[in-house]
C-alpha cells in the first residue's frame, strides 16, 4: 500500500460545482497534510495546509482532515475553468500521492 | 522575493555527457530536496538533504550525485545521463524536513525539463 494515495482522474465537474478531491495515507503517525496545485508544465504551488483534525477553509477552498479514517480532502466551491490542474496531496514526511487531475467545464 | 531558482530551465543533452542542474534558495530553508515527475509516476524523491554536508538517498537516486556545501545550494549532478533520465525535474526547499516538530511545505523551483538523447 502506498503511503499516500489519490486517485488519478480525471475529475470532471462543471463550472459552479464544488469539486471534491480526495486523499488516503497509511502511516497512523501523520500529523499534518498540505494540498498543491499544479498546471501542466509548470511546478507544485501550495494552497492548503491543514495541521489537526476537522476542516479548514481559505476562500473557496476547504481541507478536511479526518485522523481516524485516515483521508483528507479538498473541496474546491464554485470551480472555475482556472481551477483546472493537477491537484497533488502530500503528508508531513513529504511523501507525495500521484496527484488528481481536475477539469472543470464551462 | 522568496524564491527557489533553478537552472537551467530546458536542457537537451546527449547520452553520457555529465551534466549539473543548479538549484538555489533564498529562505535560508534547511532542507533541500531533489524530484523528478513522470507521466502515471508522480513526484519521486532522488536526494535531500537536512543539511549544510548532508544528503540522503530518497527513492530513485540511481545515476543522480548531490553536493550541499553552502545552504542556499543544492545542485544535482548526472555525471553519465542516460535516454531513461528523460523527464521534468524540481528543486525544493522548506524550513524544516520531515519528522521534525514543525511541519513546513515545500517551496518549488520552476522546475527543468531535461531530455536525453
Known amino acids: 500500500q502506498k503511503e499516500v494515495e489519490q486517485n488519478s482522474g480525471p475529475l470532471s465537474v462543471p463550472e459552479g460545482a464544488i469539486a471534491s478531491l480526495n486523499c488516503t495515507y497509511s502511516?497512523?503517525?501523520?500529523?499534518?497534510f498540505f494540498w498543491y496545485r499544479q498546471y501542466s508544465g509548470k511546478s507544485p504551488e501550495l494552497i492548503m495546509s491543514?495541521?489537526?483534525?476537522g476542516d479548514k477553509e481559505d476562500g473557496r477552498f476547504t481541507a478536511q482532515l479526518n485522523k481516524a479514517s485516515q483521508y483528507v480532502s479538498l473541496l474546491i466551491r464554485d470551480s472555475q475553468p482556472s481551477d483546472s490542474a493537477t491537484y497533488l496531496c502530500s503528508n508531513d514526511k513529504l511523501i507525495f500521492g500521484t496527484g488528481t487531475r481536475l477539469q472543470v467545464f464551462p | 522575493e522568496a524564491q527557489v531558482t533553478q537552472n537551467p530551465r530546458y536542457l537537451i543533452t546527449v547520452t553520457g555527457k555529465k551534466l549539473t542542474v543548479t538549484c538555489s534558495q533564498n529562505m535560508n530553508h534547511e532542507y533541500m530536496s531533489w524530484y523528478r515527475q513522470d507521466p502515471g509516476l508522480g513526484l519521486r524523491q532522488i536526494y535531500y538533504s537536512m543539511n549544510v554536508e548532508v544528503t540522503d538517498k530518497g527513492d530513485v537516486p540511481e545515476g543522480y550525485k548531490v553536493s550541499r556545501k553552502e545552504k542556499r545550494n543544492f545542485p544535482l549532478i548526472l555525471e553519465s545521463p542516460s535516454p531513461n533520465q528523460t523527464s521534468l525535474y524540481f528543486c525544493a526547499s522548506s524550513y524544516s524536513g520531515p519528522d521534525s516538530s514543525y511541519n513546513s511545505p515545500l517551496h518549488f523551483g520552476n522546475g527543468t525539463r531535461l531530455t536525453v538523447t
Open positions: 502511516d497512523r503517525g501523520s500529523q499534518s
Open positions: 491543514i495541521y489537526s483534525n
